[in-house]
Every structure is written in structure tokens, then in C-alpha cells.
């Protein structure tokens, strides 16, 4: 004997936002994965982590979403010696200059065959 079912008016839109919510939720957790993948690429062979010290800090004048594209200036201390000076052109949000300009020691991901292909590596 087979038992049917009938689902009212309320139950089915009550089932219908829970399904979408939980679409919602699937979205937005991707989305932020997918985000941490775009701004945190992995590692290459021949990169390497160092920390800096930071010299200058400077706008050059152009603007990305509203965010000014600032010039770095970064005396690399190697762990074998050999310190250089980097320079890095990065859009930084107004959070990320204060903290920049506070701490004044940096992390820096560079390519130890092309130097200028350097990048901050951002705390939170």
C-alpha cells in the first residue's frame, strides 16, 4: 500500500528557501576559495620568501578601483648575504599603506632567476 503525499503551499516555499539558501552558501564558500587561489598563487621552483625592510613608499598617481597603485621600495635581507634593493608596483588598499608604514619589516616572494618579478606576501 503506498502512502501518498501531499505537500501544502507553505511547506513547499519553506523547502524552496532552504534549498536556495544553502545554494547561497555553496556560492559564496567557492567564491572565497576561488578568491585565495587568484591572490595567493602557488610557489614556483625557483621562488623564494625572504623578509625586507621596508625603504619608500610612494603613490605614482594612477588609481585602480579607487585604490592607489603605490611604489616599494624593499632592501631584501638574504639568509646568505647578498642584501639588494627591490621595487615593487603594487595597488594597495588604504588599510595596507598604514600597516606598511607601522611595521616597516615586510615578507617578499621573488623569482631567483628574474628579481623584478617580486611580490608582497600580505598578512591579515
Known sequence: MYILWVMTFPEAVGILIVMLLIVVLLLTRWRQRRVL?????????????????????EQTGVYMNRQ???????????????????????????????????????????NRTNPEKAVLMKTK
Open 37 to 57: 587561489q587568484l591572490a595567493l598563487p602557488s610557489l614556483a621552483p625557483s621562488d623564494i620568501i625572504a623578509n625586507g625592510r621596508l625603504l619608500t613608499l
Open 68 to 110: 592607489p597603485l603605490m611604489r616599494i621600495k624593499i632592501l631584501v635581507m638574504c639568509k646568505h648575504g647578498g642584501d639588494f634593493v627591490l621595487e615593487i608596483r603594487e595597488v594597495l588598499s588604504a588599510r595596507e599603506i598604514l600597516q606598511l608604514q607601522r611595521q616597516g619589516h615586510v615578507r617578499v616572494r621573488y
